[in-house]
């Protein structure tokens, strides 16, 4: 089983639209959560962390499920420039210097 | 520009050269890190350099080695490569190695072996 499991969708979105997606995480003792963009042929970029309480930055909002061990990533008024790969890492922290965990990514494609 | 500099952006090379990828970062970090990018996988961690120390290893194979002159400057010296390391590596760096997810990524090398 992978420790982070992604969708690859593509996810297809009408220009402001809505479109939000889920990661999974197979370790319960995973501590620190975020999201990174990642354009085509470019490289990642952090996003947003993930608070425990949920957190929003602009039209971006995310969420933490510890219960079902996911975290969720939803944008509102989809623009054609939030065109990118969607990265969940995680951040197991089983040790003093923590293990970094990537998921492969999930695409998003929004549409005119 | 994220302050996070890697040359060469393409690298083409035979399986019986020797090449090095170089990285360099402006933004006074203490941690760099050289990750290996294979198509629809996700992010392998390869190396960790903290203040000039390598603190993980991550099982690469020994083709791949590794330089820190200091906590500016990164290499990643390649030799008798496989095609199968075609892949596109990143270098990033952070505060410290405590602060690894807050990571500032270089545009990265996009490496193709024949």
């Known amino acids: 089983r992978k420790e982070v499991e992604q969708d690859p969708g593509p996810f297809n979105v009408p220009e402001g639209a809505t479109v939000a997606f889920n990661c999974t995480y197979s370790?319960?003792?995973?501590?620190?959560f975020f999201w990174y963009r990642q354009d085509c042929r470019k490289e990642p970029k952090l996003l947003m962390s993930?608070?425990?309480s949920g957190n929003e930055d602009g039209r971006f909002t995310a969420q933490l499920n510890r219960a079902s061990q996911y975290i969720s990533l939803l944008i509102r008024d989809s623009k054609l420039s939030d065109s990118a790969t969607y990265l969940c890492v995680v951040n197991d922290k089983s040790d003093s210097w923590g293990k970094l965990q990537f998921g492969a990514g999930t695409q998003v494609v929004v549409t005119p | 520009e994220t302050g996070v500099t890697q040359t060469p952006r393409h690298l083409v090379m035979g399986m019986t050269n020797k090449k090095s990828l170089k990285c360099e970062q402006h933004?006074?970090?203490?941690?760099m890190y050289w990750y290996k990018q294979s198509a629809k996988k996700p992010l392998e961690l390869m190396f960790v350099?903290?203040?000039?120390?390598?603190?993980e290893n991550n099982s690469v194979p020994s083709r791949f080695s590794p330089e820190c002159p200091n906590s500016s400057h990164l290499f990643l010296h390649l030799h008798t490569l496989q095609p199968e390391d075609s892949a596109l590596y990143l270098c990033a760096s952070s505060q410290n190695s405590h602060e690894k997810e807050k990571l500032f990524f270089g545009s990265g090398t996009q490496l193709s072996v024949l």
């Open positions: 370790n319960s003792a995973s501590q620190s």
């Open positions: 933004l006074g970090h203490n941690a």
């Open positions: 993930v608070y425990s």
């Open positions: 350099y903290n203040f000039k120390e390598q603190t």
